[in-house]
């Protein structure tokens, strides 16, 4: 985390990526427990946080400088709901994992180039080349 006003975006991204990093992780998981009897899916919580996070505020530059990064953190929690066809009381459907592994692959992707993008203004304002 850094400690200047002008990181603000950088930290919350960073969040952001700590976030999808954890749920490649729980996805990861899920797709090699695919086969495990009453194994039960996890995944992680963190949007909706970073919403609440957001909400409020005249300006996004305001919201985002209002975020308090000590308690916004990525949650993992297990799905226990039953809505598996399957009999062995596991509930991974690997179709629906990998869908989930690769929109979150492309998050973090996203989540990363911007990152890269608001250093690139940092150095374009500071004149550094």
């Known amino acids: ?11 919350v991204l ?4 700590d976030a ?5 992780t729980v996805l990861t998981n899920n797709i090699a427990n695919v086969d495990t009897p009453n194994y039960k899916r996890k995944d992680v919580q963190f949007e909706s946080y970073l919403m609440a996070a ?3 505020g005249e300006s996004l530059d305001e919201r985002v400088g209002e975020v308090d990064l000590t308690t916004l953190n990525a949650t993992t929690y297990t799905d226990h709901a039953n ?4 009999m062995d009381g596991n509930n991974v459907d690997i179709d629906t994992e990998e869908a989930e592994f690769a929109k979150n692959q492309l ?7 911007s990152i890269t993008q608001e250093f690139s203004r940092i ?3 500071l004149n550094i080349t």
Do not use: E, P
């Open 83 to 86: 809505t598996s066809y399957r």
């Open 107 to 113: 998050r973090y992707y996203t989540i990363s180039d």
């Open 123 to 125: 150095k374009t304002v």
């Open 14 to 17: 960073d969040k952001a990526a």
């Open 54 to 56: 957001l909400a409020g």
């Open 20 to 24: 999808s990093w954890a749920r490649t």
């Open 1 to 11: 985390m850094i400690g200047s006003d002008a990181y603000n975006y950088i930290n």
